[in-house]
């Protein structure tokens, strides 16, 4: 099977372009230092259709290729295997990523790390308080936690969605466990993994040495409100 | 458009010269690891005109190249845009160097970043203390903090001007934001980047320890005389 | 002397496929920053043989091929120098890992490093508590400290295999010196090491701000069965 | 001025090779991240002659070659400037480097370095108690800290030669300054640097969280008997 029986050339094409952008974005977590061995991975979302492509389970990240991806439908079922493969089973993470995308729309892209000072605020199930402009910026408040849940069924999704509906923040801190963050791209969501693990070092090394100065509520409106529609090109 | 309508030559020669070293510049920040994804910059004044040089807005670091540049005026309006693109946006902390270059006529380059070190005692409001020599050669004295300010107006550059004016720093560290770091040249403030997060990082592991014993104000003098008159070729 | 005298040509090529992959996984105890210098190593029992293969001793990680490892019975006596060389000493560690061949037949693979956040545990003597789901997954439990033991003996070895007897974790943390990881094979026991660091720093992190929440006994049994038992290809 | 004028063809030759070893070993302190823009050196004695060779005062690491470095009497007077400039100055610290060939006739190289954690002990004034094997191996007992001393006559000098003279630590903390390292050649005193931080930044982190284990005095004379001797091929 080397794609779903359904697909017309032009979600096939979509498709091969995800694979490609996963490739690329896996690479990104690699070179930021938030992921070890093989723990953390990147999904997108097929605009249109009620499916999503994950990085495979157990897979070094070296040898991912665009091919390994795999895709499912929306509630995690292999529709093409990585590698064209059938039995390539897709990150055992994919429910919770499935889930998040039966019941937020607007998410193009999932990524979860276990990125050491992100997930030093899960373990004591804290959140971070919004102390940087930086922050005010991508995550317009604090980065907050969600709660302990166990693999296998949807709880870590459920989580994930029920800190994230209303939340200005891209980002979550399942207790214990590590960060999930979404975004309306797989590249949109890697950003804010890859910012959520730099605030959380930085406040992380600033409140070491003493209390920190919070920011005025209004002024984070006003930095995430500017950000999110100045920034960039 | 491809330069400043008015430029001549040697003018449009110099820019050219700017922008790759600038490329380089950029290169050297991502090494040290004072930046993520595209949160930092670098530019330069071109001496002897109402002009700089300044990386594009939200750019990654690997596609930088030295016609990505923006040239701009001394308010921050492009001149000439980068990649021949009359439309791609500078920094969007491009306000705040324009601010330096017209307030200091000594400086010719700034730098900004969110180094994660500098900006943890950013946000404590607490200056570095002088406790190294190689703070005593380089910054000449504490490292002091700046007003916190918004970003969309002239209140970052005009903190960065009255807490740098009289100090023989080349870095601020801005409230809840990051350092600035200015110098008679580019490379000199990137120097100062640098430098900046490595004293950062060394003060803040030593006092997580126990108390810091501080250096003589007529031994920093000293330290701070030799370096800048002797040391290098 | 090339080979063990009564090897046949099955355990030679045995002892060739092993050595590459030594190799290989060197490189990786470089890549996650676990050694400097000289100062770790990792050996693979030859299945079905008595005799093992490891670094040689004091040797850089960047001079090290396939042909440098040395080949030694179970009690660290050399039958096969690395590069031909029936002089080049085996790792002095050696003693430590032919212990825990003799002892624990379920091993395939040996691993220690100094690797910073774990060998500080080591030195206060504390077990790494079971505050991670991945330390579920990876470690079943708390990691726990091995005796303080010299070098020169079977001290080393017997702390391990006594400490790792009956206990679900692959790592320990030997006292003022550092970690030792098992596994059926030696790219398991490198995972193991990789691991073992990424949980101590994260733990270690969580700590210095705030006490840390457990996680139920019940939960980590749940997660460390199916990690063992579901996840990867 | 391309060689000292009285030199033989075995000197010449014997010059050529430690500019060589020297190139590399600089690297060598960059891959570890002890040094940053400019600031750390390495020399070499050259055997039984009043020489030395020694880095270039203030040039990038990168830029660097072999025929780049300074040869100097040992009193830091150049002797043949790098790149066969005679005017290319030594690095700022040769007078250190200089006072310790003159007074330690069994010292072959000495490294000079601000890496991070062994310079937070030095900003405490507090030596580096012994808790490591890899401590008790390469250094023999804890790390010392030396005088505050100023750049610019013999006093950094005098403070490394007081504080090692009988001492079997191949290292020193100067100061408020940062680390000094000795050994028989200019690799062994890169390798007590590399260690040097290495254990600095161990200590640390286990410090940060609690008391730690001491080792007694006799296992500590036994660990550096034994690796001083046995340890390597």
């Known amino acids: 099977m080397n794609a779903p029986e359904s697909a017309t050339p032009a979600v096939m094409a979509a498709i091969a372009g995800i694979r490609e952008e996963l490739c690329t974005l896996h ?7 938030l992921v070890v061995w093989t723990a953390g991975n990147v999904s997108a979302r097929v605009p249109g259709e009620d499916l999503m492509v994950i990085k495979p389970s157990g897979v070094d ?7 390994a991806m795999v895709v499912t439908d929306l509630h995690g079922i292999p529709v093409d295997g990585g590698w064209g493969n059938p039995d390539l089973a897709p990150s055992s993470d994919t429910a919770a990523h499935a889930y998040v995308y039966r019941h937020m729309p607007e998410v193009g892209g999932v990524v979860h790390t276990h990125s050491s000072y992100a997930t030093a605020w899960a373990v004591r199930g804290e959140p971070i308080p919004c102390v940087l402009t930086m922050m005010g910026d ?6 907050p936690v969600g709660p302990f849940a166990l693999i296998g069924d949807d709880s870590i999704g459920r989580g994930i969605v029920e800190t994230l509906s209303g939340s200005r923040s891209p980002a979550v801190l399942m207790q214990n466990h590590g960060p999930f963050t979404i975004g309306p791209t797989a590249r949109a969501a890697v950003k804010a993994a890859v910012l959520c693990e730099e605030v959380a070092r930085t406040v992380h090394l600033s409140r070491e040495l003493g209390p920190l100065i919070p920011i005025d509520s209004a002024h984070i409106d006003s930095l995430h409100q500017r950000y999110q529609n100045v920034y960039g090109q």
């Open 61 to 67: 990240y070296d040898r991912l290729t665009p091919e």
């Open 138 to 143: 991508e995550f317009g408040g604090e980065i």
């Open 27 to 33: 690479a990104e977590l690699v070179r930021y230092e």
